[in-house]
C-alpha cells in the first residue's frame, strides 16, 4: 500500500451535478497534487498544494476547485464538467514540494485514483 | 514538441528475453529522472531513480545521456510479471516545485 487513499474509487456524473473527490496520506508528506490521466495520453498535472497552500495551477478550468484543509487531505470539487473531462484523477504526495537538492528524494506517491465518467 | 517523448509499444517479447525502452526530453534544463511502472488500471509506482551515472537495481538498468537528452530503461531476463506500462518521468528543474513531467509511457507484454 502507498499511504495516499482516494475516494470513491469510481464517479459517474451528469453535467450539472457538483461532486468532490476526496484524497487522503497517511505519510506525513508537507505537499500533494492532483493529476489527470486520459486514455492514451501522459498524466498531465494539474494542482500542486505545498503546506495547505496552492502553488501551482496548472492552466485548469474553474471548474475544478481544489480545496486543502490540511496537510492530510486534498479536495477535488467538480461542478459543471464536460464529457471530456471524463479520465483517472490521481492524487499523489511527497515529501515536500520543492527539489532541495540534485538527486534527492523527489518520489512522489500516487493513490489509486478515482475514475470519473461524466455523461 | 511533446516535453518527454516515448514509443507507445506494445512490446511483446518472451519470458527471458532482454528488452529496451528509450525515452527523450525537451529540456535541457532539466535534473531528475525517473521511471514509473503502472498496471493496467492501477496508479503509477516508482520504479528507479535515475542517475548520470547510470544505475543498475536487480534486473533493472537505467540510463542517462545529458548530450542527446534521453533516458534509458534495459530489463533482463524479462518475467510475466514485469508487463506493465512504463512511464519515463522527468523533473524539469532543480530547485523549482516538484513538478512531474510523465511521458505517455511504453506498454511491454511478456508472454510465455
Known amino acids: 500500500e502507498t499511504g495516499v487513499t482516494q475516494t470513491p474509487r469510481h464517479l459517474v456524473m451528469g453535467m450539472t451535478n457538483k461532486k468532490s473527490l476526496k484524497c487522503e496520506q497517511h505519510?506525513?508528506?508537507?505537499?500533494m497534487y492532483w493529476y489527470k490521466q486520459s486514455a492514451k495520453k501522459p498524466l498531465e498535472l494539474m494542482f500542486v498544494y505545498s503546506l495547505e497552500e496552492r502553488v501551482e495551477n496548472n492552466s485548469v478550468p474553474s471548474r475544478f476547485s481544489p480545496e486543502c484543509p490540511n496537510s492530510s487531505h486534498l479536495f477535488l470539487h467538480l461542478h459543471t464538467l464536460q464529457p471530456e473531462d471524463s479520465a483517472l484523477y490521481l492524487c499523489a504526495s511527497s515529501q515536500d514540494s520543492l527539489i532541495k537538492t540534485l538527486g534527492g528524494n523527489n518520489e512522489q506517491f500516487f493513490g489509486p485514483g478515482t475514475r470519473l465518467t461524466v455523461l | 514538441r511533446k516535453e518527454v517523448e516515448q514509443d507507445p509499444g506494445p512490446f511483446n517479447v518472451p519470458e527471458g528475453a532482454t528488452v529496451a525502452f528509450n525515452c527523450t526530453y525537451s529540456?535541457?534544463?532539466?535534473?531528475?529522472f525517473f521511471w514509473y511502472r503502472q498496471d493496467c488500471r492501477k496508479e503509477p509506482k516508482l520504479l528507479m531513480s535515475v542517475y548520470s551515472s547510470g544505475n543498475e537495481d536487480g534486473r533493472f538498468t537505467a540510463q542517462l545521456n545529458r548530450a542527446s537528452q534521453y533516458i534509458s530503461l534495459l530489463i533482463r531476463d524479462s518475467k510475466l510479471s514485469d508487463s506493465a506500462t512504463y512511464l519515463c518521468v522527468v523533473n524539469p528543474i532543480s530547485g523549482g516545485y516538484n513538478k512531474l513531467i510523465f511521458g505517455a509511457g511504453t506498454r511491454l507484454a511478456v508472454h510465455p
Open positions: 529540456n535541457s534544463a532539466s535534473q531528475s
Open positions: 505519510l506525513g508528506h508537507n505537499a
